[in-house]
């Protein structure tokens, strides 16, 4: 089993939409918990941070529920722009006890006129 | 520039040839973390270096891959006898913390995308 697991996708929607991606980890022990946004031949780059609270940043909400131990993100208001993939990423200590970060498959969004 | 930087961008080798790609990390960032990204897939742990210390190797896919970071900054990722398998994209990311210290965010180069024919 994946560390971290992801529906690859594509989710296809239209502009104004909303829609959600889901993400599981397996590492019960793991303590931070990330969105990173993904383009077409491009490098990740942080999205936002996950809180057991769960937090907002403008049309995007994330939260996380550590007894399910899954993670997900909400999109509202769906623009042309947000057409990427979504990369869930979890904090895995190592062997040497550092932190890694583990990476899902991603989950690609293409958003249409 | 302010940000991590690779080079080469695009590289396309010999089956057997031997390669070299190169990482500049964000000048002061402590970790240092190379990953390999099939197409399709999500960026997967390779290595990490904490300063010029490899302290974590695990990922590495076979003793023809070895990475150095001499002097605490620039890496290089160096792949021997380069096999068909090997065609991927190779991410360089750097962070702040060190070891023990939670991962926040890393910020990670445009990568070298690598083709061996």
């Given at each position: 089993?994946?560390?971290?697991?992801?529906?690859?996708?594509?989710?296809?929607?239209?502009?104004?939409?909303?829609?959600?991606?889901?993400?599981?980890?397996?590492?019960?022990?793991?303590?931070?918990?990330?969105?990173?946004?993904?383009?077409?031949?491009?490098?990740?780059?942080?999205?936002?941070?996950?809180?057991?609270?769960?937090?907002?940043?403008?049309r995007f909400t994330a939260q996380l529920n550590r007894a399910s131990q899954y993670i997900s993100l909400l999109i509202r208001d769906s623009k042309l722009s947000d057409s990427a993939?979504?990369?869930?990423?979890?904090?895995?200590?190592?062997?040497?006890?550092?932190?890694?970060?583990?990476?899902?498959?991603?989950?690609?969004?293409?958003?249409?006129? | 520039?302010?940000?991590?930087?690779?080079?080469?961008?695009?590289?396309?080798?010999?089956?057997?040839?031997?390669?070299?790609?190169?990482?500049?990390p964000i000048s002061g960032h402590v970790s240092l973390f190379w990953y390999q990204q099939a197409l399709g897939q999500g960026p997967e742990f390779l290595t990490y270096f904490q300063?010029?210390?490899?302290?974590?190797?695990?990922?590495?896919?076979?003793?023809?891959?070895?990475?150095?970071?001499?002097?605490?900054?620039?890496?290089?990722?160096?792949?021997?006898?380069?096999?068909?398998?090997?065609?991927?994209?190779?991410?360089?990311?750097?962070?702040?913390?060190?070891?023990?210290?939670?991962?926040?965010?890393?910020?990670?180069?445009?990568?070298?995308?690598?083709?061996?024919?």
């Amino acid at each position: 089993r994946k560390e971290v697991e992801q529906d690859p996708g594509p989710f296809n929607v239209p502009e104004g939409a909303t829609v959600a991606f889901n993400c599981t980890y397996s590492n019960s022990a793991s303590q931070s918990f990330f969105w990173y946004r993904q383009d077409c031949r491009k490098e990740p780059k942080l999205l936002m941070s996950v809180y057991s609270s769960g937090n907002e940043d403008g049309r995007f909400t994330a939260q996380l529920n550590r007894a399910s131990q899954y993670i997900s993100l909400l999109i509202r208001d769906s623009k042309l722009s947000d057409s990427a993939t979504y990369l869930c990423v979890v904090n895995a200590e190592s062997k040497t006890g550092f932190q890694k970060l583990v990476f899902g498959t991603g989950t690609r969004l293409l958003v249409s006129p | 520039g302010a940000g991590v930087s690779q080079s080469p961008r695009y590289k396309v080798a010999k089956r057997g040839q031997d390669v070299a790609l190169r990482c500049d990390p964000i000048s002061g960032h402590v970790s240092l973390f190379w990953y390999q990204q099939a197409l399709g897939q999500g960026p997967e742990f390779l290595t990490y270096f904490q300063n010029e210390a490899q302290l974590d190797k695990s990922g590495l896919p076979s003793d023809r891959f070895f990475a150095e970071r001499p002097e605490g900054s620039v890496s290089t990722l160096k792949i021997q006898r380069t096999q068909q398998e090997d065609s991927a994209v190779y991410l360089c990311a750097s962070s702040q913390p060190g070891q023990g210290v939670v991962v926040t965010e890393a910020f990670f180069g445009q990568g070298t995308r690598l083709t061996v024919v």
